[in-house]
T-cell receptor, first 115, second 114 residues
């Protein structure tokens, strides 16, 4: 069965701190996609990244970086030098190759960045 | 990126009435759209997959007679919550498939049933 676990329900940091959001997934498929989305207080889901299961290269985009480790079924997200605008709920999600339409979301991690 | 809009952004209605929510793909054609539901401080749950010109496919546990989905054109899908009750109060989000494994999400509609 497919499942996405985000064990951290809420994280609070002070501006400029680095923070890592954890994501652990379960799937029997060998081909799958992993995603991170940001949901600010306005509610709109903002796409951050998509990764396919064959690409284990870590990715960096500005202050954001992602660490994909197939061996531990994890796809962690790090924000470097956090800012108040990073405050949001962050969702990790999984879709499998046989049904790429179905996104399975984790329960989300609420990040609060204080000035 | 692709833009998906939803209307209305929020709606308050009385118990027993029906509410229609529109989801539009603004700059692309979407043969497939999706409807999600999100309760406060919870995750998104897929309700149904809407295919243009055919019946929607509902996820297990979602009442198709309660949540009517119509996808009459390549840019518009509608979700009608029929005979709404307070327990239907939620945040409803649509998305449109842009390509295999890629969806863009609308801004969501907050429904409050009194």
């Amino acid at each position: 069965a497919q499942k996405v676990t985000q064990a951290q329900t809420e994280i609070s940091v002070v501006e400029k701190e680095d923070v890592t959001l954890d994501c652990v997934y379960e799937t029997r498929d060998t081909t799958y996609y992993l995603f991170w989305y940001k949901q600010p207080p306005s509610g709109e889901l903002v796409f951050l990244i998509r990764r396919n299961s064959f690409d284990e290269q870590n990715e960096i985009s500005g202050r954001y970086s992602w660490n994909f480790q197939k061996s531990t079924s994890s796809f962690n997200f790090t924000i470097t030098a956090s800012q108040v605008v990073d405050s949001a709920v962050y969702f990790c999600a999984l879709s499998e190759a046989w049904n790429t339409d179905k996104l399975i979301f984790g329960t989300g991690t609420r990040l609060q960045v204080f000035p | 990126g692709a833009v998906v809009s939803q209307h209305p952004s929020w709606v308050i209605c009385k118990s027993g009435t029906s509410v229609k929510i529109e989801c539009r793909s603004l700059d692309f054609q979407a043969t497939t759209m999706f409807w999600y539901r999100q309760f406060p401080k919870q995750s998104l749950m897929l309700m149904a997959t809407s295919n243009e010109g055919s019946k929607a496919t509902y996820e297990q546990g979602v009442e198709k007679d309660k949540f009517l989905i119509n996808h009459a054109s390549l840019t518009l899908s509608t979700l009608t919550v029929t005979s709404a009750h307070p327990e239907d109060s939620s945040f409803y989000i649509c998305s449109a498939r842009v390509s295999r494994s890629e969806q863009f999400f609308g801004p969501g509609t907050r429904l409050t049933v009194l």
